[in-house]
């Protein structure tokens, strides 16, 4: 008989534990959360992305050439961030079915007109690029580079 009251003291102890920690878990998701309290979300708030595609709508299929690709985000004054991409034959650029995307997360501080680019070196041949700009704020940029 007391075997049997332990055993129901115990299963009710640990059903207010497990009430006690599902109060707790709530109460703290709904403490960490922010709130706007004026309904208006600030966009600066944010971090932009900056999506880099790179494809090309030719057939290279026949060139074996090395190509190595590049891509950079900077400010008026300064590379904010860059990044190179490992050495491939211009045969193997991907179609645009297949783009190589690239993205970036843009740190909220940043509220200047951004310069995004790609930047190409074609062995023994020369180098080129593309440039485009990125409004400060935008929440989404998206960089088409068509290799021709």
């Known amino acids: 008989m007391c075997s ?8 009710k102890k640990m059903k207010q534990i497990k009430s006690l ?16 309290t004026n309904g208006a979300v600030n966009v600066q708030d944010f971090p932009g992305i900056i999506r880099f595609n790179l ?9 074996p050439r090395s190509i190595s690709f590049s ?27 297949n783009a190589l995307v ?6 909220k501080h940043t509220n200047s007109l951004l ?11 020369g180098h080129s690029g593309y440039v485009d700009s990125s409004n400060a704020g935008q929440n989404l940029k998206v960089v088409n580079f068509n290799f021709q």
Do not use: G
Request: with cysteine; proline share 5%.
């Open 4 to 11: 049997k009251n332990f055993k129901e003291i115990k299963l």
């Open 21 to 36: 920690s599902y109060s707790a878990i709530l109460i703290l998701s709904i403490v960490s959360c922010k709130k706007y």
């Open 55 to 63: 494809f090309t709508t030719k057939d290279f299929s026949k060139d």
């Open 71 to 97: 891509v950079f985000i900077a400010d008026s004054t300064k590379t904010l961030w860059d990044s190179t991409l490992p050495p491939m034959r211009i045969k193997d650029i991907p179609d645009s079915a």
């Open 102 to 107: 690239i993205e970036k997360v843009v740190p």
């Open 115 to 125: 310069k995004v680019s790609f930047r190409y070196n074609i062995d023994n041949v």
